[in-house]
């Protein structure tokens, strides 16, 4: 079959969907020629100049694990879980509203959400009139197949002009048929954009914004069934991420608005020092004039997925031996340990009975695998002992069917260079299947992917009615010391809409906690400074680092805290003192 290239040719379609087909994410230098012949793929879809989307049919007498990680750690999408699960004024976001000289509400400025979809006929999301806030949405799923036009060869879009037709209809689904089955997209868009609504004291950090929505289509099952995620769980895949995220550039800049992205998902896969294909594509654009990207920290804290290792027997290059305690029945998880360069590890496997599963050398790239015969558990480990993109080691460990019990990994050292040091992760805890943890645990180090993206702002979550830390908040910083969390903001027990099944001018509200609500909040107040910024010309060339810069400046801090500090990154989020230095400053 000839390669498709092209990104928006209906020959992908098939491929974007179908279980038979393994999609790698490739970083690519312009040569497409090389990439299509050691692949041997069926068809490509093209993200930028530096990413690609490569899909190839799976033969029926392969091996699911062997084919995705045949060409390296770095190529296998990544698997990313929603962040979930009174504010407005602990941010100061009324009170700047309600200043002659500031009166932000979002106007001139887009927020733009990479989620579940939106309750797109709920009236917080409509203008006075009864219009829509909403730019366009863009439904990735095969179910929206053929009800508007394609973007990049799969899904459809619903531009304005659509979603209005659709709100004066007796049948609006018939017109736009993209709903939020699971709710996550639509109260977050509540929390950062939503309108004010006269019936309830409710309203959003900018209520005047513009919307853009991406409702993500799930991740594959076969991606899921390689990562052994249970097929219930909300999952979603990297390239269609990094799709969502090209749309959304693109729209602003045909809107010819400020953009904010809001990212309420993450993973723990990756290096954890934002080099992951997702966190290197968005550093590829962060720094472009009217673009601002904010990230959920994570809520892994207090899961005790996260361990730190040290060499502590220098003369026998040993350390303390990571031990996992698998306390339940379940059909198995993956493991990542990451070393640091020039450091190489080799690692030995202890079943609960005692079963031993010898060294694998450090400096030696490959697969192995072992069945333990008493467990009945079958164990695949890949070494790569040069990720593609941060040059260290990684090390993935797939226990398929793990017996109950204490599993032992022995870690030692094959170079000289002892200190370094390694970590190692668990999944995140909804994608765990079981009760599955770290023995002796580290709670540092636990922010997700894409939080620890250099050039996002990442926020952390704390009770704003109690002022202490949300229970589950991530910590930073990152594996190699990169301050992360930047800021933290209200996290628990935050009013948003819940979406209904039905078509009604009632507004549901619920509430909810985790760091994606905090997230959402950020959007929003991200979304007042851009239009004091850009819309009110005082500063013309924001970005994201500028706007990171105006917020960690405005930081609350606590008399006794040292900041930054891998807890509260720079202090909570305030609004109104960012202003206050920025009049200081002028």
């Known amino acids: 079959m000839d390669i498709n290239t092209s990104l928006t040719a209906d020959s992908c379609t098939s491929y974007i969907y179908s279980e038979d087909v393994i999609n790698y994410l490739i970083k690519y230098d312009n040569d497409i020629e090389r990439i299509t012949n050691n692949l041997s793929v069926d068809c490509i879809n093209i993200i930028n100049d530096f990413f690609l989307v490569a899909y190839k049919k799976l033969s029926y007498d392969s091996s699911l694990t062997n084919e995705y990680f045949k060409y390296g750690y770095s190529n296998v999408p990544k698997c990313y879980g929603l962040m979930d699960i009174s504010a407005i004024s602990d941010i100061g976001a009324d009170t700047i509203e309600n200043l002659p000289g500031l009166g932000l509400t979002g106007n001139g400025t887009i927020i733009g959400f990479i989620d579940t979809g939106i309750e797109y006929t709920n009236p917080v999301f409509r203008n006075p009139n009864g219009t829509t ?27 304005e002009e659509k979603i209005n037709q659709a709100l004066v209809s007796d049948s609006p689904f018939e017109i736009v048929p993209q709903r939020d089955e699971n709710g996550h997209g639509t109260f977050l868009a509540s929390v950062a954009a939503g309108s004010r609504e006269p019936s309830e004291p409710f309203r959003g950090v900018a209520p005047n914004s513009d919307i853009l929505v991406v409702k993500l289509k799930p991740a594959k099952d076969n991606l899921k069934k390689l990562n052994l995620i249970n097929g219930n769980i909300p999952c979603y895949s990297e390239e269609d991420i990094m799709l969502g995220i090209k749309y959304l550039i693109d729209k602003a800049t045909i809107l010819g608005k400020p953009l904010i992205i809001c990212l309420g998902l993450g993973t723990n896969q990756g290096d954890h020092n934002g080099n992951t294909h997702l966190e290197l594509y968005i550093n590829t654009f962060v720094s ?108 993935i460990l797939r226990f398929s069917n793990p017996s ?56 952390a979550g704390y009770n704003h009615y109690t002022g202490a830390l949300y229970t589950y908040s991530s910590r930073g910083y990152t594996r190699k010391g990169r301050i992360k969390p930047d800021i933290t903001a209200p996290a628990v027990n935050i009013q948003g809409v819940f979406a209904s099944s039905s078509v009604t001018d009632t507004v549901l509200y619920t509430r909810k906690s985790g760091t994606s609500v905090a997230t959402a909040l950020l959007a929003g107040a991200s979304s007042l400074i851009m239009e004091w910024a850009i819309y009110k010309n005082n500063f013309p060339n924001a970005n994201t680092e500028t706007i990171k ?34 009049r200081e400053i002028q």
């Open 133 to 159: 806030r909403i730019k366009a949405i863009w439904d990735q799923n095969e179910v929206a197949l053929g009800k508007g036009p394609k973007i990049y060869g799969y899904g459809a879009e619903y531009s």
């Open 404 to 459: 109950q019990g204490i599993w032992t990994i022995n870690v030692t050292e094959s170079l000289a260079f002892l200190g370094n040091g390694f970590n190692a992760w668990l999944p995140i805890n909804q994608f765990i299947d079981g009760n599955i943890n770290f023995v002796r645990s580290n709670p540092n180090i636990t922010i997700c992917s894409p939080g620890n993206t250099a050039g996002v702002i990442t926020a």
């Open 288 to 395: 472009l004039r009217g673009v601002c990207v904010v990230s959920a920290a994570g809520n892994e804290l207090g899961y005790r997925n996260h361990f730190l290792g040290g060499i502590i027997n220098p003369e026998q290059n040993s350390s303390e031996p990571v031990e996992i305690s698998v306390e339940s029945d379940s059909h198995g998880f993956i493991m990542e340990i990451w070393g640091i360069a020039p450091s190489l590890l080799n690692i030995s496997v202890v079943s609960p009975t005692g079963e031993i599963f010898d060294e694998i050398p450090g400096f030696r790239n490959g697969i192995a695998q072992y069945d333990f015969i008493y467990e009945g558990t079958s164990l695949f480990i890949l070494n790569t002992f040069s990720e593609q993109n941060s040059g260290d080691q990684v090390i």
């Open 549 to 582: 810069q105006f917020i960690i400046r405005g930081a609350r801090y606590e008399a006794d805290i040292d900041y930054p500090n891998p807890l509260w990154g720079w202090g909570v989020l305030d609004l109104l003192n960012t202003f206050e230095n920025i």
